[in-house]
T-cell receptor, first 114, second 112 residues
Framework: NAGVMQNPRHLVRRRGQEARLRCSPMKGHSHVYWYRQLPEEGLKFMVYLQKENIIDESGMPKERFSAEFPKEGPSILRIQQVVRGDSAAYFC????????????FGPGTRLLVL | DAKTTQPTSMDCAEGRAANLPCNHS???????VYWYRQIHSQGPQYIIHGLKNNETNEMASLIITEDRKSSTLILPHATLRDTAVYYC?????????????FGKGTHLIIQP
């Protein structure tokens, strides 16, 4: 059973470009969470999605960031007009059900904004 | 902000048991204690979780005090590969319904 998959593993963008980060949850998991880890800091929750629904986006910056989890395909975290401060590791986690289930993390995408 | 308190760092000799403490004095009755670890440059790895009773799995044991205000993660025979940052997290309803709140964790260094 494959774990949570994220791609790309490394992404380099210039200021002002768009970054798209993809997350494929574990098989059978319908809940996805995105976290950000800035250099030398802890992980911060960004957004929680179920298929076709955003459940909690309280940790998501209000501008330039969006997330989706379509009926088919991976979850996408999209960052528009990236700035140097967006440079970080972005981790995705998945769980099978809401409530009472452990979150399992992917290997992360390291975004570098030049 | 994280509601748990952990030591910033700990050392342990290879082959010995590593005991990592965590204080969670404001934990609610429906909140579990979760432990994750993050090895350098990798994604967090789930270790173990518990509500009231002590728990054991192939990776570790979790000892929760009777008043649930603190717990200890035990790695019975630490190896160099156990060097990582260990996070103790309170989570409502077992962790699946909410985003996890990570604190600074304990940097465990296993010495050869």
């Amino acid at each position: 059973n494959a774990g949570v998959m994220q791609n790309p593993r490394h992404l380099v963008r210039r200021r002002g470009q768009e970054a798209r980060l993809r997350c494929s949850p574990m098989k059978g998991h319908s809940h996805v969470y995105w976290y950000r880890q800035l250099p030398e800091e802890g992980l911060k929750f960004m957004v929680y999605l179920q298929k076709e629904n955003i459940i909690d986006e309280s940790g998501m910056p209000k501008e330039r960031f969006s997330a989706e989890f379509p009926k088919e395909g991976p979850s996408i975290l999209r960052i528009q007009q990236v700035v140097r401060g967006d440079s970080a590791a972005y981790f995705c986690a998945s769980s099978p059900l809401a409530g009472g289930e452990t979150q399992y993390f992917g290997p992360g995408t390291r975004l570098l904004v030049l | 902000d994280a509601k748990t308190t952990q030591p910033t760092s700990m050392d342990c000799a290879e082959g010995r048991a590593a005991n990592l403490p965590c204080n969670h004095s404001t934990i609610s009755g429906n909140e579990y204690v979760y432990w994750y670890r993050q090895i350098h440059s990798q994604g967090p790895q789930y270790i173990i979780h518990g509500l009231k009773n002590n728990e054991t799995n192939e990776m570790a044991s979790l000892i929760i005090t009777e008043d649930r205000k603190s717990s200890t993660l035990i790695l019975p025979h630490a190896t160099l590969r156990d060097t990582a940052v260990y996070y103790c997290i309170e989570s409502r309803a077992g962790g699946g319904a909410d985003g996890l709140t990570f604190g600074k964790g304990t940097h465990l260094i296993i010495q050869p």
